[in-house]
């Protein structure tokens, strides 16, 4: 069965640390996998996205992933945390035979302190 | 995201009552889905619905809860008999494939 596991549910860190959120996932096939932002009472905003390729993929506000199919991972950094990154983060896998319906995991809240 | 439409942003229903969601995807998206974002949980998958067609409801409850997405008009989710159980943030994505678009959802409360 798919399954997605984010093992940090809280991180804190300080304005202009760097950051990573870790995403594990179990899935037999190639996934698509996903970084999804939420922001108090918003919906989800997508960060980036891995399909296949260059394993180091970039998205939006500075955030990149790396995809290292030997651990089954996906993790999120970002250099340089802003006090606006502060949100819930959902790492998501999209399957690729079934149509695309995603698998989320429970998510990592981000809190940056000053 | 903010193509994809959802009403009402929020909603109050008393246990025993009817609530319905209402998705209208992007524009030119003839795929939805609907997942359910339970307290301090991640999202989960509900239903995925093609034009009048329900494509795959293996995340749906098995009572009281359906979902339609007609040639014309938006995606409906309808909770019949609303329990406390149900109180979540109900989420609508819409697709061309291989990537959903979220729209900012329907909190949907029950007293």
């Known amino acids: 069965a798919q399954s997605v596991t984010q093992p940090d549910i809280h991180i804190t860190v300080s304005e202009g640390a760097s950051l990573e959120l870790r995403c594990n996932y179990s899935?037999?096939?190639?996934?698509?996998l996903f970084w999804y932002v939420q922001s108090p009472g918003q919906g989800l905003q997508l960060l980036l996205k891995?399909?296949?390729?260059?394993?180091l993929v970039q998205g939006i506000k500075g955030f990149e992933a790396e995809f290292k199919r030997s651990q089954s991972s996906f993790n999120l950094r970002k250099p340089s945390v802003h006090w606006s990154d502060a949100a819930e983060y959902f790492c998501?896998?999209?399957?690729?035979?079934?149509?695309?319906?995603?698998?989320f995991g429970t998510g990592t809240s981000l809190t940056v302190i000053p | 995201n903010a193509g994809v439409m959802q009403n009402p942003r929020h909603l109050v229903r008393r246990r025993g009552q009817e609530a319905r969601l209402r998705c209208s995807p992007m524009?030119?998206?003839?795929?939805v889905y609907w997942y359910r974002q339970l307290p301090e949980e991640g999202l989960k998958f509900m239903v995925y619905?093609?034009?009048?067609?329900?494509?795959?409801e293996s995340g749906m409850p098995k009572e009281r809860f359906s979902a339609e997405f007609p040639k014309e008009g938006p995606s409906i989710l309808r909770i019949q008999q609303v329990v406390r159980g149900d109180s979540a943030a109900y989420f609508c994505?819409?697709?061309?494939?291989?990537?959903?678009?979220f729209g900012n959802g329907t909190r949907l409360t029950v007293t």
């Open positions: 524009k030119g998206h003839s795929h």
């Open positions: 998501a896998v999209g399957l690729t035979n079934t149509g695309n319906q995603f698998y």
């Open positions: 619905l093609q034009k009048e067609n329900i494509i795959d």
């Open positions: 891995y399909f296949s390729g260059d394993t």
């Open positions: 994505a819409s697709s061309p494939a291989g990537e959903d678009y």
């Open positions: 899935y037999g096939a190639t996934p698509y």
